[in-house]
C-alpha cells in the first residue's frame, strides 16, 4: 500500500455516553475511492468497503492504538473501544 492509498482509508465514529461519561466509541471503516473507479466528483466521498480493506483499516488501527494503551476489538467488521469506568468516581 502507498501513502495515497492510504489517504483514501477512514472511519466514521460513534461514541456512547452513560451518565455523562464516555464507555464505548466504534470505529466504521470508510473506503474514499481506494480503488480508483468512481468519478472525480465522487472521489472522497465515503463508501461502504471491501470486508477485507474494513479489516485491514482496523488491524491498523488496533497496531497503531496499543502503544497509548489502547485496545480494540474487531466485530463484525466495526472497531470497538470500550472505555474501563473508574472505580470510586
Do not use: W
Not at 461519561?21 to 468519478?39: C, F, H, I
Amino acid at each position: 500500500m502507498n501513502e495515497l492509498e492510504d489517504n483514501l482509508e477512514t472511519v466514521l465514529t460513534t461514541s456512547r455516553f452513560e451518565d455523562g461519561k464516555l464507555v464505548e466509541v466504534r470505529l466504521y471503516p470508510a473506503d474514499l475511492g481506494q480503488d480508483r473507479t468512481r468519478p472525480i466528483s465522487r472521489s472522497g466521498t465515503p463508501s461502504t468497503p471491501s470486508p477485507e480493506m474494513a479489516h485491514r483499516v482496523l488491524e491498523r488501527l488496533q497496531a497503531l492504538s496499543k502503544q497509548f494503551g489502547t485496545t480494540i476489538s474487531i466485530q463484525n467488521g466495526v472497531g470497538v473501544i470500550r472505555i474501563a469506568s473508574k472505580q470510586g468516581n
